[in-house]
């Protein structure tokens, strides 16, 4: 027994476990931290000439170097269905995001939650944003994880 209980705890302390840091938000701390949330459509998807590592997340190639992950900018236009926080007028908005730009088969260690939106599909979505002063919105919880400032509606809406 006492030799099963040795083998498995050697075994353990020789496993990697890949994660970054990331903040676990809540509702509430969305909320706070956003300067708009709205219920939205995406109605045109452009991809532009930006390229940027996204922050805290590394990959490990084929010969165990760890190098940033490189993503392309994108920009998608929305169509704003509600306006829950922030400027009523508001009828669209341009978010800010990010989609991988390397190749698809490498390892991440906690890798991002990008988001990707098709515009042909109407979905909704309730979006937690804050204003990049630049006329474009991105997520509260940054670049390498907007899939928790957004998230898609399901269900039947009026």
């Known amino acids: 027994m006492k030799t099963k209980l040795t083998l498995l705890?050697?075994?353990?302390?020789?496993?990697?476990c890949p994660a970054r840091i990331s903040t676990a938000w809540n509702y509430d701390q969305l909320n706070e931290k956003a300067t708009l949330i709205v219920i939205?459509?995406?109605t045109k998807v452009s991809a532009t000439d930006e390229q940027a590592a996204l922050p805290n997340i590394q990959t490990v190639r084929p010969d165990g170097k760890k190098e940033n992950v490189l993503a392309k900018g994108v920009e998608t236009t929305?169509?704003?269905?509600?306006v829950l926080k922030g400027e009523r007028d508001t009828k669209l908005l341009k978010l800010?995001?990010?989609a991988l730009s390397g190749p698809k088969e490498a390892s991440f260690g906690g890798g991002p939650g990008l988001v990707s939106f098709e515009p042909k599909s109407k979905k909704?979505?309730?979006?937690?944003?804050?204003?990049e002063g630049d006329g474009r919105y991105g997520?509260?919880?940054?670049?390498?994880?907007?899939?928790?400032?957004?998230k898609e509606l399901v269900g039947a809406y009026p």
């Open 96 to 98: 800010h995001h990010y």
């Open 139 to 150: 997520a509260v919880s940054g670049q390498a994880g907007p899939d928790v400032s957004i």
């Open 40 to 42: 939205a459509t995406p």
């Open 9 to 16: 705890i050697l075994l353990s302390l020789g496993l990697e």
């Open 124 to 131: 909704r979505y309730l979006m937690f944003l804050i204003s």
């Open 78 to 82: 929305f169509e704003i269905l509600a």
